[in-house]
């Protein structure tokens, strides 16, 4: 099975690194990663992995927010010019994590009823908001609610309070799916179509979420995705609506008052730990600082320093 992931990306400079190398060692065959115009230094890491790794970077500094037509065009031409089996979508910030050895190996047990798309769970991680950032954000991010919690329904989606951080919420799941009869990639990437009705089925695969790994960074997050939903004249207001929501907060009520609606404090950490509802998950902390390359597969080799 080739399998090729898409990715779009903006301003992820502290993540990125780790992205690639992971997927990279656990069966990727090949990445598509658009760029949006990134000025912190992602654009140099991708060139750098792009001499060495089967990684091609496209520029695309658009800054509007298109992330499904763009990855639906480059999974269509993945599948057309480099003979893709199956698409994974993902983002700078996402880790699929496989259950059978690699990632092919898990979409083919997971497929074999015949199923075009898998949705696959995605675990989101956080640390304390207010805690200190002296680790590196996967050494870090080693949280995670036990059960989430239903993705409220605001009357006012910008002023209405919350209970809980929106990384608490049972948030949607993500889809990777075969490149025959696909059509299009749905915005964020948790459903896909094509020419003819197909079925889909749940993945044993887990997706781990690591979406607020510093104060700079969610400020970062919440202003360039903010401003690009602005320009954005296609997407109905309901699309990434937390977003929208945080940029608001943000530019309205104080910088605070936006990441506090995103992730706990550390305060909050420590007495939901207490709780029950916050457990401790080191399933990426592990994987990231000891990757598992599947047989055959060797990031060594891949970088030819074995």
Not at 125 to 142: K, N, S, T, V, Y
Request: glycine share 6%.
């Amino acid at each position: 099975m080739k399998l090729i992931m898409v990715m779009c990306v903006r301003d992820e400079h502290d993540v990125i690194a780790d992205n690639l190398r992971h997927h990279l060692d656990h069966g990727v065959a090949h990445m598509i990663v658009v760029d949006n115009g990134s000025v912190d230094g992602t654009r140099d890491i991708l060139a750098d992995f792009a001499q060495n790794a089967p990684i091609e970077v496209i520029d695309e500094p658009t800054y509007d927010f298109s992330q499904g037509r763009l990855m639906t065009q480059h999974a269509l031409r993945a599948r057309e010019e480099m003979g893709a089996d199956w698409i994974l979508p993902n983002d700078a910030d996402e880790f699929w994590v496989p259950h059978d050895g690699n990632l092919p190996h898990s979409i083919a047990a997971d497929s074999r009823d015949g199923a075009s798309i898998l949705y696959t769970k995605r675990y989101n991680l956080f640390a304390g908001w207010d805690a200190p950032e002296d680790a590196p954000w996967h050494e870090r991010m080693i949280y995670r609610v036990a059960t989430p919690f239903p993705i409220p329904k605001f009357d006012d989606v910008y002023r209405d309070p919350r209970q809980y951080p929106h990384f608490y919420c049972d948030l949607f799941g993500k889809v990777t799916m075969r490149a025959a009869g696909l059509k299009e990639i749905k915005q964020g990437f948790h459903h896909a179509f094509f020419d003819d009705e197909v079925t889909q089925s749940d993945s044993r695969m887990t997706i781990y979420h690591a979406p607020v790994r510093t104060r700079a960074q969610f400020e970062t997050k919440a202003s360039n995705g903010g401003t690009s939903l602005q320009r954005n004249t296609h997407l109905p207001q309901s699309t990434s609506w937390h977003i929208r929501r945080w940029y608001w907060r943000y530019d309205t009520l104080g910088f605070e008052a936006a990441i506090e609606d995103a992730i706990p404090s550390g305060a909050r950490v420590k007495e939901d730990l207490a709780s029950g509802t916050v457990v401790q998950d080191t399933t990426l902390r592990d994987l990231l600082a000891q990757p598992a390359a599947p047989k055959g597969f060797s990031l060594k080799r891949l970088f030819g320093l074995s």
